[in-house]
């Protein structure tokens, strides 16, 4: 823990420096961060999964604990409240005592309405950051410091470039991720259902389907067109054809999110469609840089999947620049390239252009992209992308002027696969790509 008590000690170096730029550009004395409280579920006595700020966890790598605050200016040690109280009915968190609490002041808070009374008593001039804008004027925060847009949109855009330390916690993270991928992968070939597939994925990363940053996508056969399926059946399909696994990890707060596809058979269109995927994923991401904006990235990706359309005879008589030029990839990669990641999994200022919260949205051809940021060093991106057989999708070019140039046959042969989706999470470094997913050897 040493080398991550050093990195967290220049990582908290960092925030602060960012907190004094931006409390006095806004004039504020002081930033008020909530870890968010527990949400009753409707008409019960129990709560939702609880899952803290972001923006808390930027600062503290506390996450399951709520009720917490933290008071930062910028100038003095940062002061966390951390809230341990005495309760025979739940687990305590005890007060931490790990690599990162000598950088913070941890002062326990043992009743939770209690922290208005240990606050500063000043507070006119002080922003709130956190999910329960209530509690915040209760604590008697002025309405234009709950969450203040400029504020907010400073600490994204920031928050963009990585630190040492917080690098070193998404490799970690990695290494989780890629354990439960070898699992779940041992367990497709075993012949498991989705369920059974998802269950050694997460006992292999060692979470609980509540820990993970997002819910695993567990996909046999046709389910892979499904961009988001979570469902899980229960009962392994009469015959496997494809398997696609998004799943991630996360470590001290920050995520991995990690997809691969396989075929069941070898010698399938399919799966020589899987290694082309493959291939050209590992081909773009060899052409990161510094200093291009993402949506190059993402409109070269569409030309090289009209490469894979006329390699493998889905289309023919058109040209890629036209397939690309007319949207004709679209329906085949409905979504972005990729995203931000880091403490969210679509982690913040994908479209964020400064810090004062410039925006430039998605191109209107490709909505669902998440990011138009030019690439700096110190960011982290997923590369992903997609190729999928979704009839709502597909149903308009069928019917449409370019109709004759696609092998429909083939197309419809390709159906009970759902899809492919080839996902990466690189670090963009000043004169170099750094993959950390392909770094731990993931095929």
């Given at each position: 823990m040493d080398s991550l008590k050093t990195l967290y000690h220049a990582h908290i170096a960092t925030l602060q420096q960012r907190a004094q730029q931006v409390l006095a550009r806004n004039k504020l004395d002081a930033m008020l961060i909530h870890s968010g409280e527990l949400l009753t579920v409707f008409l019960d006595d129990h709560t939702y999964p609880f899952k803290v700020n972001p923006q808390f966890k930027a600062w503290v790598p506390v996450t399951q604990v709520p009720n917490c605050w933290l008071w930062i200016d910028g100038v003095n040690k940062p002061k966390l409240w951390f809230y341990s109280p005495v309760d025979y009915w739940h687990n305590v968190e005890p007060l931490p005592d790990s690599f990162w609490t000598q950088d913070v002041e941890v002062i326990g808070l043992k009743n939770a309405d209690e922290i208005g009374q240990l606050l500063p008593a000043q507070r006119d001039n002080v922003a709130y950051i956190g999910p329960v804008n209530a509690r915040?004027?209760?604590?008697?925060?002025?309405?234009?410091?709950?969450?203040?847009?400029?504020?907010?949109?400073?600490?994204?855009?920031?928050?963009?470039?990585?630190?040492?330390?917080?690098?070193?916690?998404?490799?970690?993270?990695?290494?989780?991720?890629?354990?439960?991928?070898?699992?779940?992968?041992?367990?497709?070939?075993?012949?498991?259902?989705?369920?059974?597939?998802?269950?050694?994925?997460?006992?292999?990363?060692?979470?609980?389907?509540?820990?993970?940053?997002?819910?695993?996508?567990?996909?046999?056969?046709?389910?892979?067109?499904?961009?988001?399926?979570?469902?899980?059946?229960?009962?392994?399909?009469?015959?496997?054809?494809?398997?696609?696994?998004?799943?991630?990890?996360?470590?001290?707060?920050?995520?991995?999110?990690?997809?691969?596809?396989?075929?069941?058979?070898?010698?399938?269109?399919?799966?020589?469609?899987?290694?082309?995927?493959?291939?050209?994923?590992?081909?773009?991401?060899?052409?990161?840089?510094?200093?291009?904006?993402?949506?190059?990235?993402?409109?070269?990706?569409?030309?090289?999947?009209?490469?894979?359309?006329?390699?493998?005879?889905?289309?023919?008589?058109?040209?890629?620049?036209?397939?690309?030029?007319?949207?004709?990839?679209?329906?085949?990669?409905?979504?972005?390239?990729?995203?931000?990641?880091?403490?969210?999994?679509?982690?913040?200022?994908?479209?964020?252009?400064?810090?004062?919260?410039?925006?430039?949205?998605?191109?209107?051809?490709?909505?669902?992209l998440r990011c138009t940021r030019v690439l700096q060093p110190g960011m982290v991106l997923t590369i992903e992308p997609g190729f999928y057989i979704i009839d709502s999708l597909l149903a308009p070019l069928r019917e449409g002027s370019f109709s004759q140039h696609f092998n429909w046959q083939a197309i419809d042969a390709l159906r009970p696969y759902g899809g492919i989706r080839i996902e990466d999470n690189v670090v963009i470094h000043a004169h170099r790509v750094e993959n950390m997913t392909r770094d731990l050897h993931l095929a």
């Open positions: 915040a004027a209760q604590l008697g925060i002025a309405s234009g410091n709950i969450n203040p847009k400029a504020v907010i949109d400073f600490l994204h855009f920031h928050r963009s470039i990585k630190t040492e330390y917080e690098l070193a916690c998404l490799r970690q993270a990695q290494k989780l991720a890629v354990a439960g991928h070898r699992a779940a992968k041992e367990a497709f070939s075993a012949g498991l259902s989705e369920f059974d597939i998802n269950q050694a994925y997460l006992t292999a990363t060692g979470h609980r389907d509540t820990d993970v940053p997002y819910g695993n996508i567990i996909a046999l056969n046709e389910h892979a067109a499904v961009l988001h399926y979570t469902r899980l059946d229960h009962q392994p399909p009469a015959k496997r054809h494809s398997f696609l696994i998004d799943a991630g990890a996360e470590y001290l707060g920050y995520a991995a999110d990690l997809t691969r596809s396989y075929a069941a058979q070898s010698s399938s269109l399919y799966a020589r469609m899987v290694e082309a995927m493959n291939a050209e994923e590992l081909a773009l991401i060899a052409t990161l840089k510094a200093g291009v904006r993402y949506t190059d990235y993402h409109l070269q990706m569409h030309q090289r999947i009209a490469k894979m359309l006329l390699k493998f005879e889905l289309v023919q008589g058109i040209s890629e620049e036209a397939l690309v030029a007319e949207n004709l990839t679209g329906p085949f990669m409905p979504h972005g390239l990729g995203h931000p990641l880091g403490l969210q999994v679509h982690d913040v200022a994908g479209f964020m252009q400064d810090d004062q919260g410039t925006h430039l949205a998605a191109p209107a051809h490709y909505p669902y």
